[in-house]
């Protein structure tokens, strides 16, 4: 069964940053896309950022240029550094990741919390 534990949300004041961190039982590299998204309270999870397998990478509007996803294959981990967190970025933050018969898996997320 994947497991993905997600782990460095938290409180931080605007402008401030946070490095996200999501540990993947099983070697990522077989899985077609890892990715990152958020839940604000009250509405729907959203997408913020994907990496597929190939390497390139997508990400929302509302975090482009100020979020990088990265994969580090040799650890089965994928990272989402945020900088110039807004208070809007206010959210639970779920990994995800799709595995070869296009299936989602989801850890159980981390909330970051950015105060004005």
């Known amino acids: 069964q994947v497991q993905l534990v997600e782990s460095g949300g938290g409180l931080v004041q605007a402008r401030g940053f946070l490095r996200l961190s999501c540990v993947v039982s099983?070697?990522?590299?077989?899985?077609?896309?890892m990715g990152w998204y958020r839940q604000a309270l009250g509405k729907q999870r959203e997408l913020v950022a994907t990496?597929?397998?190939?390497?390139?990478?997508n990400y929302a509007d509302s975090v482009k240029g100020r979020f990088t996803i990265s994969r580090d294959n040799a650890k089965n981990t994928v990272y989402l550094q945020m900088n110039s967190l807004k208070p809007e970025d206010t959210a639970v933050y779920y990994c995800?990741?799709?595995?070869?018969?296009?299936?989602?898996?989801w850890g159980q997320g981390t909330q970051v919390t950015v105060s004005s």
């Open positions: 990496i597929p397998r190939s390497g390139s990478t």
């Open positions: 995800n990741a799709v595995d070869w018969t296009n299936r989602d898996h």
């Open positions: 099983g070697n990522i590299f077989s899985f077609n896309a």
